[in-house]
């Protein structure tokens, strides 16, 4: 099998250069504060393609404590 190598394209991977970022959200907070926080520890994902908000379901012990 021959693999043949194409010239870069720097056209081309700004559509193939994904950069993701997940973004747990805690109880009671909005996504903008969620991924404000975010950014103070990962100054980096400034310029994510792609967010991902995550909001864990609570834990049975948690469901307990809230009855």
Do not use: C
């Not at 081309?12 to 805690?26: G, H, N, Q, S, T």
């Not at 909005?30 to 995550?54: C, G, M, Q, T």
Request: proline share 7%.
């Amino acid at each position: 099998m021959n693999l043949t190598k194409y010239p870069r394209n720097d056209e081309l991977m700004k559509y193939l250069d994904i950069r993701i970022a997940v973004i747990e959200v805690r109880v009671g907070e909005s996504d903008e504060e969620a991924w404000n926080r975010h950014l103070k520890e990962y100054p980096e994902h400034r310029n994510v393609s792609v967010k991902i908000f995550h909001r864990p379901s609570p834990t049975p012990q948690e469901k307990s404590r809230e009855l």
